[in-house]
């Protein structure tokens, strides 16, 4: 039992995140808790401190909305957090469609071959639609992706109760189990594309000892970005693309500890081949 609580812990403790945030939002919203009142798109914290969502605050400002001074506080607070320190790690340890993607991959990894990609689409895609979310904003002057955001509606559908979130959960859900592997949060989903993007300098970083790494290979099925993986068995270093969610499963089923969190000098732009 201690072996797996060992072989688990960063996915335990996600979890524990994940779930700990809904439950501070449900707080706020239904019993007045002043610990975490909003949604993922704005809240705030102990009643005093701003979040906003940085991307939705983007697309209002190509909508030509009026950014008032919380929302662009918390916007910068919250991209300071992830782009200086903690890179995409939202899209592993807070957002709430992470549960269900992890769910339906690792079904997908215990049915093994029966369950192969049917469509290919390119990871890059989520980059195109981060610019195809602002331009449609300023054309309708409104910001697109928040409309349709499954993120947003599976997160509020928690909050406040389900209606839609359900069947958008349940969408995703079929989406990665049987039409592509990470299919939403690694290849269209334009917010983790945002996260991405600005990750790159973020100084907590999954680092790599090739001396202690046996090519076993454990991390890449895990691994929700595998390409990032490219380093494994070749050279020591950290992982510094941006797609990294740092979600430490990788760490977690490395059985020689060649892998582990570490942080990143700043500035250090070096890229490990």
Not at 200 to 213: E, G, V
Request: glycine share 10%.
């Amino acid at each position: 039992m201690i072996d797996r609580v060992k072989r688990n812990r960063y996915l335990i403790l996600r979890r524990f995140v994940q779930v700990s945030v809904m439950g501070f939002l449900i707080g706020g919203n239904a019993y007045g808790w002043s610990v975490l009142r909003g949604d993922l798109s704005f809240s705030v914290l102990f009643s005093t401190v701003p979040l906003a969502d940085p991307f939705a605050v983007l697309q209002m400002f190509f909508a030509g909305s009026k950014i008032a001074a919380d929302l662009l506080v918390g916007s910068l607070l919250v991209l300071g957090f992830y782009g200086v320190v903690a890179g995409r790690s939202f899209c592993s340890w807070v957002c709430p469609v992470n549960i269900i993607t992890d769910t339906a991959n690792r079904i997908r990894r215990y049915f093994g071959s029966t369950l192969k990609n049917n469509v290919k689409i390119a990871r890059s895609t989520r980059f195109w639609i981060v610019a195809l979310a602002l331009i449609l904003s300023w054309v309708f002057s409104t910001a697109a992706f928040e409309l349709i955001s499954p993120v947003a509606v599976i997160q509020r559908g928690i909050v406040y109760g389900m209606g839609l979130g359900g069947t958008v959960a349940l969408s995703i859900f079929l989406f990665d189990l049987v039409v592509v592997r990470n299919g939403f949060c690694g290849h269209i989903c334009p917010l983790g594309g945002f996260y991405a993007i600005q990750a790159r300098l973020s100084s907590i970083r999954i680092k790599h000892d090739h001396r202690a790494c046996t090519l076993c290979l454990d991390c890449k099925p895990v691994c929700p970005e595998s390409q990032v993986l490219k380093i494994i068995g070749k050279s020591s270093g950290f992982i510094t693309r941006g797609e990294c969610t740092n979600c430490g499963r990788c760490v977690d089923v490395c059985p020689e500890k060649a892998l582990a969190f570490g942080i990143r000098q700043p500035f250090n732009y070096r890229r490990i081949r």
